[in-house]
């Protein structure tokens, strides 16, 4: 079964560091474009870049990069979403994907079950 | 604010069909970027539900079917159950924001 299973719940301050991960399984994982999706609270789904594990190329939404970092480790099939110095705004539930498709028709299947990141003083 | 735009809700009875339109521009919707849609209950994650404008993964029921047309895409669900009731997005690429996109999104109630 191709599987995408996340790290758990995180409440942290403002300015802190935090990484969180995505462990694929059930599908090669060097040879696939795992990616993330952000949802703030009520609204909608938002991209925010994509990993190839192979050669760790990377390519990020224009409007959040320099804001977060998408990482890989393919040894241990596992993606990670980092921010140096977290804000309030940052508060959301994060999805990991393997994106699938070809050229610039690229479409998410499965997705993690999420992690819930809350940025509070 | 997204470049792909969706009606908020739409409803219906049981057995009813009802479509979700999710309209764009020439930059993401058309010839050369497919459309794909995802559905998410309430608490879950999304799930994909119909891929490449058209396509559907195994597992989701024939009353789920999507079409595109010009720069507009559609998903239909026909013999509408109390268990579509959910909210549904549509995805694409815009080469305009060198980024993927999602629609704004549409939740679906059955009367």
């Known amino acids: 079964e191709v599987q995408l299973v996340q790290s758990g719940t995180e409440v942290r301050k403002p300015g802190d560091f935090l990484k969180i991960s995505c462990k694929g399984s059930?599908?090669?994982?060097?040879?696939?474009?795992i990616g993330w999706v952000r949802q703030m609270p009520g609204k909608g789904l938002e991209w925010i870049g994509i990993?190839?594990?192979?050669?760790?190329?990377?390519r990020y939404s224009p409007s959040l990069q320099g804001q977060v970092t998408i990482s890989a480790d393919k040894s241990i099939s596992t993606a990670y979403l980092e921010w140096s110095s977290l804000k309030a705004s940052d508060t959301a539930m994060y999805y990991c994907?393997?994106?699938?498709?070809?050229?610039?028709?690229?479409?998410?299947?499965?997705w993690g079950q999420g992690t819930l990141v809350t940025v509070s003083s | 604010q997204s470049v792909l735009t969706q009606p908020p809700s739409v409803s219906g009875a049981p057995g009813q069909r009802v479509t979700i339109s999710c309209t764009g521009s020439?930059?993401?919707?058309?010839?050369?970027?497919?459309v794909h849609w995802y559905q998410q209950f309430p608490g879950a994650a999304p799930k994909l539900l119909i891929f490449?404008?058209?396509s559907r993964p195994s597992g989701v029921p024939d009353r789920f079917s999507g079409s595109k047309s010009g720069t507009s895409a559609s998903l239909a669900i026909s013999g509408l159950q109390a268990e579509d009731e959910a909210d549904y997005y549509c995805?694409?690429?815009?080469?305009?924001?060198?980024?993927?996109?999602f629609g704004t999104g549409t939740k679906v109630t059955v009367l």
């Open positions: 994907v393997r994106s699938q498709g070809h050229d610039y028709t690229l479409w998410f299947d499965p």
């Open positions: 059930g599908f090669r994982f060097g040879s696939s474009w």
């Open positions: 990993i190839y594990p192979g050669d760790s190329e990377t």
């Open positions: 020439r930059s993401n919707i058309g010839p050369l970027y497919g």
């Open positions: 490449g404008d058209s």
């Open positions: 995805q694409s690429y815009d080469s305009s924001l060198r980024s993927y996109v």
